[in-house]
């Protein structure tokens, strides 16, 4: 099986996967924010999206369109500034209507599996720095002259996914113990609508500023 690394690059990049997984960045705060807002499934449902986006980032670097985003100055614009203004759009959400994070509101309001998956997807997808990361951080782990590159780039982006899967569901089932203490203290609740604003905007700021170079 060509595509599949040697075992000490395997367990270096487990390592940094791992390392990395426990990094907060939006991707986390989101699926915090549902697990309080509406329980583990939705938050799960927004996890499969962030993994599906993490595939899609995964095959644009393996197959070089990455690099062709960020070689262009006006793709790279309109990438980052549509993935500041989402991330912003969520922020403005959890002020303008308090409850978004609240378990008693949004209980009567779920969203649907598919608006969770697609929130995550979008979140995810539309972080430059996430297609940075990736452009520098998978081929640390590959040969240039591998000819299964390409291979072993989708097979090290894949596991990424099975790396980070364990710490999201840890985090997603632990915000989700704390619905009911917080359904019964409605200004911690507020306050964590401002925060969880306060962080996504934070975010916004630093992806809108992200230099392709």
Same mark, same amino acid.
């Given at each position: 099986m060509d595509f599949l690394p040697s075992l000490a690059t395997l367990l270096a990049f $487990?390592?940094?996967? &791992? &390392? &990395?997984?426990l990094t907060p960045g939006p991707d986390m705060t989101l699926s915090i924010s549902r697990a309080l807002a509406q329980g583990r499934r939705p938050a799960l449902f @927004? %996890?499969?999206? =962030?993994?599906?986006? @993490? @595939?899609?980032? $995964?095959? /644009? @670097?393996?197959f070089g369109i990455s690099a062709l985003i960020t070689a262009s100055p006006t793709a790279f614009f309109i990438l980052k500034t549509g993935g500041a203004a989402y991330l912003l759009w969520l922020a403005i959400q959890a002020i303008r209507f308090g409850s978004s994070f609240? %378990?008693? !509101?949004?209980?009567? =309001? !779920?969203?649907?599996a598919l608006a969770n998956i697609s929130t995550g997807f979008w979140v995810n997808i539309l972080n430059p720095k996430v297609i940075i990361f990736f452009m520098t951080f998978l081929p640390q782990f590959v040969t240039a002259g591998d000819p299964a590159v390409t291979e072993k780039l989708i097979f090290l982006g894949f596991y990424f996914i099975v790396i980070g899967m364990p710490v999201n569901l840890i985090v997603v089932l632990?915000?989700?113990?704390?619905?009911?203490? &917080?359904?019964?203290?409605? !200004? %911690? /609740?507020?306050?964590?609508?401002? $925060?969880?604003a306060g962080v996504f905007s934070i975010f916004a700021a630093k992806i809108f500023f992200t230099q392709a170079r």
């Open positions: $487990t390592a940094a996967g &791992l &390392l &990395l997984a @927004v %996890v499969l999206g =962030t993994s599906l986006g @993490v @595939v899609c980032h $995964t095959l /644009l @670097v393996a609240s %378990v008693e !509101k949004m209980e009567r =309001t !779920k969203s649907s632990a915000a989700d113990g704390l619905a009911g203490w &917080l359904q019964a203290n409605p !200004k %911690v /609740l507020r306050g964590i609508d401002y $925060t969880f």
